[in-house]
């Protein structure tokens, strides 16, 4: 099966599919670019001649996170098409509270950075480029809670059948961030055991 999806990123033959309008082709590496800068989407469909119909990103192996990942760790040719993050990001699990400007929902942060976080939210329905107010809670890892202006930038495809009172994956950027939280957001991210920069692919 390796040997099956290593042809098919060979191929360089991908299509996106937008509304009606089909473009391409484009190399598997344009597609890394794209998912990285939110041009592609989880739920956004992709064909390629290997595959038998078009298929959400979301449910392709050639674009998991594992797989994006042994690409760099394996100084594979294509690891040249990932931007490199430009801050540390470090598994942190705070509990959060979350505002739209509608309504209030609750949930956590899976890991963090100086400048944004990838976070579970229990509100499937909040959209990319959307504002909201982070509340980081008081716990155990944060003494002090604190207020963060972000902005989503990705949301991660589910297979689970949504509703209201669903839980999704949102990562997030930074907008303001007040000095208790950048203190907090510094410490965390940097205090040892950082993730791989790379892993910022998602």
């Known amino acids: 099966m390796g040997g099956v999806q290593q042809t098919a990123t060979n191929l360089d033959q991908w299509h996106i599919l937008r509304g009606e309008m089909k473009y391409g082709p484009y190399e598997y590496k344009a597609l890394i670019k794209m998912i990285q800068t939110g041009e ?3 739920y956004n469909y992709v064909w390629a001649p290997h595959l038998e119909t078009w298929t959400l990103v979301g449910e392709l192996q050639e674009f998991s996170k594992d797989r994006l990942c042994r690409l760099i760790e394996t100084k594979d040719h294509l690891a040249g098409a990932f931007t490199e993050r430009k801050f540390p990001r ?8 979350a505002h739209n400007d ?13 400048n944004g976080a990838l976070v579970l939210l229990n509100d499937p329905l909040l ?22 202006l972000c902005e989503i930038v990705r949301k991660n495809y589910s297979k689970q059948r949504l509703n209201v009172k669903s839980g999704l994956h949102y990562a997030v950027r930074f907008l303001q961030v007040p000095e208790v939280g950048s203190i ?19």
């Open 102 to 114: 509608q309504a209030f929902f609750d949930g956590q942060t899976l890991s963090v950075s100086e």
């Open 127 to 148: 959209f990319i480029g959307q504002k909201i107010m982070l509340h980081f809670r008081a716990s155990d890892m944060n003494p002090q809670p604190f207020n963060v």
């Open 40 to 42: 592609l989407q989880d």
């Open 90 to 97: 470090k598994d942190v699990v705070v509990p959060v509270y």
């Open 184 to 202: 907090q957001l510094t410490k965390w991210s940097r205090g040892g055991g950082a993730k791989e920069e790379t892993d910022g692919i998602y």
